[in-house]
């Protein structure tokens, strides 16, 4: 099992209890860029501290927002390309829907895996819902385009015969031939984001890692319908480095610490969701089906946005959903070190094996020391237990059955 | 007139919008798409394109306009019920698909009407058939760029607040409320599509064809502009500008009325309507 280090690269300092919007209409007078600068160079240093630490690093990106400062994934990974020295280097994602050049984008990504000497993982998410208007990018049909686009980026990659042409639905080239071409043949990792059973179809022909944030206890379903895929495609079952689940985490050397610590680290799920109502998904950005289910719910008074516990009970993500109810949701794994690998191995079982984990150990305004203590506690006192758990178990879900 | 305004009005905000149109539909296969037509009355053709939150609301405008007419009110492809093929994105594929809808009604010479981004088909489809429209009624049209490029001619409806849309949008805002909950499904479902092929037909360049301003010289119909003298989503000097760049059309503005003038005033539209189609 691989864990990786993730931070938003969050601005607390921006944060109001009462802001209607905290995304795409926050005016950028609220941000400082000394403050900016002091932040950067922070999560940079915990990145360098997960490097020498045994995690993997994962990087993501949002835009015109105070809840994240990575408004490139690209340029803060090409910095940890030089600056690291073993860690693999996740984008999750590169948000691809909403790139209107992907040519660019396979050559940036090519020369992040050519600068870390192959270490890249490249991962392609289709955008929050947010974003469409930022990128001005048609919400109706980013699914198309994602895909397109990773058809394109893959094949500029793997493509070294000199020049190619592209005259697609969405993008149009004349003259294909990116140098550098990606250290790692025939192209870097692929991984792809989905959270519905209906999107991991796609992921499991193609064999790419799934990966899915924070859905808990609705993770064994999606992956099982991966799994089908996979099985019915490739001929086999897929190995646990298919998947990957994001959760936040805290650890202490007490639970109470370590659930404060996770506490802190969740203000991004209490602040995810804070923008501008009329953005908060735009017309054509989900399937019509989906938008009359929850057309319907908000006609009914009820949230749309409720999450099972393990025995499958509902909560409502949107209100008291405090860190004991998080946890109970499998998205948060918070407490001593012992306490976080049981949690973490009763959440592998739970979802049939999972070998990237993806962990938020920075988050809101939890503080470097903290950050630190917390990273350097599961590094010495889970990571290696979850190596060792992870080396024993069974390799595919239906061995675990 | 079945109805007049005052008693429609009272009706709509008893009733709240109903999203599917109270005219019995039928169904019209243009090359092999399945297009939802709502047709009454007799006489020379008058097609009508609907705004993009589609017919529902439209019954007293249209119904009375087909005591003289023979009224075609079809869904846009990707609308309503209407069906639309993948490759179908712009606003100028639905212009030349209402010609192949033409050829398939066998319909000549008509009188073309359209509201808001019906409207912007309407013109468009204005500049591609010289000689068939007889007369051409454009209500509150979106589709040309009329200011500079840092200001806006359209509001976006897209980055609006549902209670800042419809006070946009109408004069009397609770003209175009309704209760989601008393929907059924199918409602809600037509409310879903019209919104995503709204976005798909218009998200950018926004509710407009950068060309489409420098192509309406080419309209040879008789043209009426009419615009709702309280819209906010489209102000009245931007239907005057439409009608300046077509050739010889006339401008009428309509009282007590917003962007959806033969939703809010039927009766004052069809006056102007008949007034302009007399004279």
């Given at each position: 099992m691989r864990v990786f280090h993730f931070s938003e690269e969050p601005y607390p300092n921006a944060w109001t209890p009462d802001a209607e919007s905290l995304r795409i209409t926050l005016p950028n007078s609220e941000c400082d860029p000394k403050t900016a600068a002091d932040l950067y160079h922070r999560y940079l240093d915990e990145w360098q501290l997960a490097d020498e630490l045994g995690f993997d690093i994962m990087v993501n990106e949002h835009h015109e927002t105070a809840t994240c400062l990575t408004a490139s994934c690209h340029i803060i990974l090409a910095i940890l390309a030089r600056i690291t020295k073993r860690a693999r280097l996740l984008a999750l994602g590169v948000p691809l829907a909403n790139r209107s050049d992907p040519q660019r984008v396979a050559e940036e990504l090519s020369m992040i895996d050519v600068i870390s000497r192959g270490r890249f993982e490249m991962g392609f998410v289709k955008g929050v819902p947010?974003?469409?208007?930022?990128?001005?990018?048609?919400?109706?049909?980013?699914?198309?385009?994602?895909?397109?686009?990773?058809?394109?980026?893959?094949?500029a990659m793997s493509t070294h015969t000199g020049p190619f042409n592209w005259e697609g639905d969405h993008y149009h080239y004349r003259n294909v031939n990116i140098w550098p071409r990606p250290w790692q043949q025939p192209h870097p990792p692929v991984w792809i984001t989905a959270s519905s059973i209906g999107s991991a179809k796609a992921i499991a022909e193609r064999g790419h890692v799934l990966a899915t944030f924070l859905i808990g206890y609705k993770t064994r379903e999606l992956f099982d319908s991966y799994r089908a895929v996979y099985q019915a495609t490739h001929g086999t079952m897929p190995g646990p480095d298919r998947f990957a689940y994001l959760a936040l985490a805290g650890v202490g050397n007490t639970s109470a610490e370590g659930i404060a610590r996770a506490t802190e680290v969740k203000r991004y799920l209490d602040t995810t969701g804070i923008v501008y109502e009329p953005f908060r998904s735009p017309p054509g950005y989900a399937p019509v089906a989906d938008n009359v289910r929850v057309m319907r719910a908000i006609a009914n008074g009820q949230s749309a946005r409720m999450v099972p516990t393990k025995t499958g009970e509902m909560i409502d993500v949107t209100k008291n959903f405090t860190t004991e109810k998080a946890m109970d949701a499998g998205l948060v794994f918070a407490g001593t070190p012992n306490e976080v690998y049981e949690q973490i191995v009763d959440f592998d079982q739970y979802a049939g094996g999972i070998g990237n984990l993806l962990l938020m150990l920075q988050g809101g305004a939890l503080s470097h020391e903290d950050t630190a203590d917390s990273m350097t506690l599961f590094a010495k006192h889970v990571l290696p237990r979850l190596k060792e758990y992870a080396a024993n178990r069974p390799q595919t879900a239906d061995a675990a059955e | 007139m079945q109805r007049n305004t005052a008693r429609f009005n009272r009706e709509a905000k008893d009733r709240g919008m109903q999203i599917i149109p109270s005219i019995p539909p039928r169904t019209q296969t243009v090359r092999d798409q399945a297009i939802e037509i709502f047709e009454q009355g007799s006489g020379e053709p008058l097609l009508f394109l609907h705004p993009a939150r589609g017919l529902d609301g439209c019954e007293a405008f249209l119904g009375a306009l087909a005591k003289s007419h023979r009224v075609i009110a079809p869904s846009h492809p990707g609308f309503g019920r209407s069906d639309a093929p993948y490759w179908m994105n712009t606003v100028e594929d639905l212009a030349y698909f209402y010609l192949d809808f033409l050829d398939a009604l066998g319909i000549d010479r008509f009188t073309l009407s359209g509201?808001?981004?019906?409207?912007?088909?309407?013109?468009?489809?204005?500049?591609?058939?010289?000689?068939?429209?007889?007369?051409?009624?454009?209500?509150?049209?979106?589709?040309?760029?009329?200011?500079?490029?840092?200001?806006?001619?359209?509001?976006?409806?897209?980055?609006?607040?549902?209670?800042?849309?419809?006070?946009?949008?109408f004069h009397d805002p609770k003209v175009g409320a309704f209760d989601m909950k008393a929907l059924s499904d199918d409602q809600l479902t037509i409310i879903a599509r019209h919104r995503k092929s709204e976005v798909l037909f218009a998200?950018?360049?926004?509710?407009?064809?950068?060309?489409?301003?420098?192509?309406?010289?080419?309209?040879?119909?008789?043209?009426?502009?009419?615009?709702?003298?309280?819209?906010?989503?489209?102000?009245?000097?931007y239907a005057k500008a439409y009608a300046a760049a077509i050739p010889g059309a006339q401008f009428r503005e309509?009282?007590?009325?917003?962007?959806?003038?033969?939703?809010?005033?039927?009766?004052?539209?069809?006056?102007?309507?008949?007034?302009?189609?007399?004279g």
């Open positions: 947010f974003e469409p208007p930022v990128a001005n990018i048609n919400p109706a049909r980013m699914m198309d385009r994602l895909w397109e686009a990773h058809d394109f980026i893959l094949k | 509201s808001s981004f019906g409207g912007w088909i309407a013109a468009s489809l204005a500049t591609k058939l010289q000689k068939r429209i007889s007369s051409l009624v454009l209500i509150d049209p979106l589709g040309i760029k009329v200011s500079g490029r840092e200001q806006r001619d359209i509001a976006d409806v897209f980055a609006m607040k549902r209670t800042d849309l419809m006070a946009a949008m998200w950018s360049p926004y509710m407009h064809d950068p060309k489409l301003k420098s192509r309406l010289h080419r309209i040879d119909a008789r043209t009426l502009v009419i615009a709702g003298a309280s819209d906010d989503i489209t102000k009245p000097e309509i009282a007590e009325a917003g962007h959806l003038p033969m939703i809010e005033q039927p009766d004052a539209c069809v006056r102007a309507v008949a007034e302009f189609l007399a």
